[in-house]
């Protein structure tokens, strides 16, 4: 019996997509290339759990946020521009956007993302 070994690591190389920019205060930041899968899931999940009544906290919006920028670029965009804890979801639903051509494709996984609590 052969064993075979497929290289996910060597597809995703091939795959070429241009990462999604997006300027706040001036700045441009870089997304990640794709859109996290974690990003999505989490939608998904809550919008099962929730509804179209989606309200986040800022536990699940930072997390969103790492995944989507990465960790030292989240936290200093956030730094830097002073970024109120009530501009988070916009910022976040900004950000998922830049990854979809059709914003009704945007609405069905993020329907409205209203902040909740400090949770």
Do not use: C, H
């Not at 974690?38 to 759990?49: G, H, M, P, Q, Y």
């Amino acid at each position: 019996m052969s064993s075979k070994v497929i290289d996910y690591d060597a597809f995703r190389g091939e795959q070429t997509q241009e990462a999604p920019k997006i300027i706040v205060g001036g700045e441009e930041y870089t997304l990640a290339t794709s859109i996290p899968a974690s990003v999505i899931l989490d939608a998904v999940r809550l919008k099962k759990e929730y509804g179209d009544d989606i309200e986040l906290s800022t536990m699940v919006i930072d997390s969103m946020g790492v995944s989507l920028f990465g960790e030292v670029q989240w936290r200093s965009m956030l730094a830097k521009n002073q970024i109120s804890i009530m501009e988070l979801p916009n910022l976040i639903r900004v950000a998922v956007g830049a990854y979809f051509d059709d914003p009704k494709a945007l609405s069905q996984i993020l329907p409205t993302m209203p902040f909740s609590s400090l949770s």
